[in-house]
């Protein structure tokens, strides 16, 4: 069988633009070579879309948008192509596509936006669709789905910037509702951008303003004291979806934030025993499937739970994980017996199964 292309996207204009290229770098080093010819396309923080032909290391430091061999590429929406217009040498050309390999995460990558691009292309591309993207990414719809199937997840309110002028009365339900402290997010964000504890009204007000600065929505949790565990998740249908043992990640910091997760070297994770004696890490498992199936989660997901005394709490769903060199996706995998080059494999096989084309 000859090779297929795929094309690995990488970057964007997110928050996590410098999280994906150190995804993307992975992504490519894994992918197996002698199956897939690898076409990488950088966008860049402004948005330009990039084919970069250069050594993958570039891609992970952030030189690779300097590169004087890149020219613009970009994908056709129009299904009829297949593929991507190129343009070099002051000529268009055409490359056809077999697969696009989304290595991005936040917003305008993973939450739908890329997504509906790529459908409109016709082209395969790894992960889930445009609708159950945007869901997971905003996490106020991921509560009001994933409640209505009776999954637990932290009690909320939630807050629109246009009704900032009522941030008063929102703190006093906040504390009637909610009680103090407060954990306050962005709806959609991610890598722990914008998110903050609050002890009292005055230091919610903040929060909710700092959140405001990343999304139009704020969300504002009971906050949950307890293990953070996270269960990596593979499949397209109920009956084929798999989930991995669950793993713990020891925050060097109270939260898991930005700094805890991309800075501080004293963060770590494991995948811990002593979660089965108690049910935990069945709970976990089921909650997963039963989430992954209700927001029609494709290919692949990562979803992050909370081990409190009084019981388990579903806390978010990443339909487009890290894979860095310390992500907890591949980690999983590889824990179940897939390294990452099988993991890349069985992931393009079924978005191709899902598109029909094997
Ligand atoms: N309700 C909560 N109670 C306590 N801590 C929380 C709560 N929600 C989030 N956190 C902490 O903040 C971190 C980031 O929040 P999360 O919802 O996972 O957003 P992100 O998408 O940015 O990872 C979590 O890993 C956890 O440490
Ligand atoms: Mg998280």
């Known amino acids: 069988m ?8 990488f970057g964007g204009v997110s928050n996590e633009h410098e999280i994906s290229l ?7 080093r ?6 897939y010819n690898i076409i990488p396309i950088g966008i860049t923080k402004k948005g330009r879309w990039l084919f970069y032909p250069g050594d993958v290391s570039e891609i992970e430091n952030g030189n690779w948008e300097t590169n004087s061999d890149c020219t613009p590429a970009v994908i056709i929406p129009d299904p009829m192509y297949r593929g991507i217009l190129k343009y070099n040498d002051g000529k268009f050309s055409i490359e056809k596509i077999d697969v696009v390999y989304p290595a ?7 939450d739908g936006i890329l997504q509906g691009v790529l459908e409109m292309s016709g082209i395969p591309y790894v992960g889930s669709s445009a609708l159950a993207s ?24 939630t807050l629109l910037r246009d009704d900032l002028d009522r941030l008063d009365s929102f703190c006093e339900e906040v504390e009637e509702k909610l009680g103090f402290p407060v954990c306050v997010k962005p709806a959609c964000s991610g890598s722990s951008v914008g ?9 919610l007000k903040s929060a909710v303003k700092t959140a405001f600065s990343h999304d139009d929505k704020a969300l504002v949790e009971e906050y949950i004291v307890g293990r953070e565990l996270e269960v990596a998740v593979m499949g397209n249908s109920p009956s084929d979806t798999f989930t991995t043992s669950v793993g713990e990640i ?5 939260m898991y934030d930005y700094e805890a997760k991309y800075v501080n070297t004293e963060s770590a994770s494991a995948i811990p ?18 989430a992954y199936k209700a927001l029609g989660c494709k290919g692949l997901s990562r979803i992050d739970f909370f081990a409190a005394k009084n019981g388990v709490y579903l806390n978010e769903i990443n339909t487009l994980p890290g894979f860095t060199n310390i992500s907890m996706y591949p980690k999983l995998m590889d824990d179940a017996g897939i390294p990452a080059s099988e993991l890349i494999d069985r992931l393009i096989k079924l978005c191709l199964e899902l598109h029909g084309e094997i």
């Open 30 to 35: 894994f992918m197996p070579k002698d199956k």
């Open 22 to 28: 150190r995804s993307a770098a992975n992504i490519i």
């Open 195 to 203: 998110v903050n504890k609050a002890s009292n009204a005055e230091e």
């Open 273 to 290: 025993d002593d979660i089965h004696e108690n049910g935990v890490s069945k709970e976990i498992k089921e909650t997963a499937l039963k």
């Open 104 to 110: 991005v995460h936040g917003k305008n990558c993973e």
């Open 134 to 157: 945007a869901t997971c990414m905003d996490k106020v719809l991921t509560h009001l789905v994933l409640e209505r199937e009776g999954i637990r997840m932290a009690k909320f309110c």
């Open 2 to 9: 000859s090779k297929l292309n795929v094309a690995v996207l």
């Open 250 to 254: 020891l925050s060097a910091n109270e």
